[in-house]
């Protein structure tokens, strides 16, 4: 019943801290790497899809119970603004007990109207400028900063109040 995102650069460990976190859960991937060891069938309990087909995974999506949903490469999913039906999805997770992720390269590429909806971020190094991140959130910059001067693959779990 949460959604959170998942921003880092290449090779910062996003994809693996979502390996661990669905692990022996029910999950439905948009896997655009094909990286994920899950089944190909959507009707099966641990699946992904492989397709690169945005729409269909979203179809997909809606019929799902239950489940950790992974928007891999979800700037895909939203073009610089919130996708109605992704919206949708995002709105009924209280009642289909869904958790949605979704994992972003940079914070720049966050919608702010996904960001109102995210309990928790989950924020590894990036290539974001300074001032894009105060700029755009302002909440997150403290953060950013703090990530900056961490270790490689090291990450903070940041708990938000979605609107």
Same mark, same amino acid.
């Given at each position: 019943m949460n959604c959170i995102t998942v921003i880092g650069m290449t090779g910062q460990g996003k994809s693996t801290f979502i390996k661990q976190f669905i692990d022996g859960k029910n999950c439905f991937v948009f896997d655009v790497q094909n990286e994920y060891l899950l089944s190909t069938n959507p009707n099966e309990s641990r699946s992904k899809d492989i397709s690169l087909d945005e729409k269909r995974f979203v179809e997909m999506c809606k019929r799902k119970r239950n489940t950790v949903i992974v928007f891999e490469e979800a700037t895909g999913f939203f073009e610089g603004k919130l996708d109605k039906e992704v919206r949708r999805i995002i709105l009924s997770k209280r009642h289909t007990q869904n958790t949605l992720v979704f994992c972003f390269h940079s914070i720049s590429s966050v919608p702010p109207r996904l960001m109102q909806f995210t309990n928790y971020v989950i924020l590894f190094k990036t290539l974001d400028e300074p001032y894009q991140v105060e700029g755009k959130f302002p909440t997150l910059y403290p953060y950013f900063v703090k990530v900056r001067s961490m270790q490689? /693959? /090291?990450?903070?779990? @940041?708990?938000? @109040?979605?609107q």
């Open positions: 490689h /693959q /090291q990450y903070l779990n @940041i708990k938000t @109040i979605p």
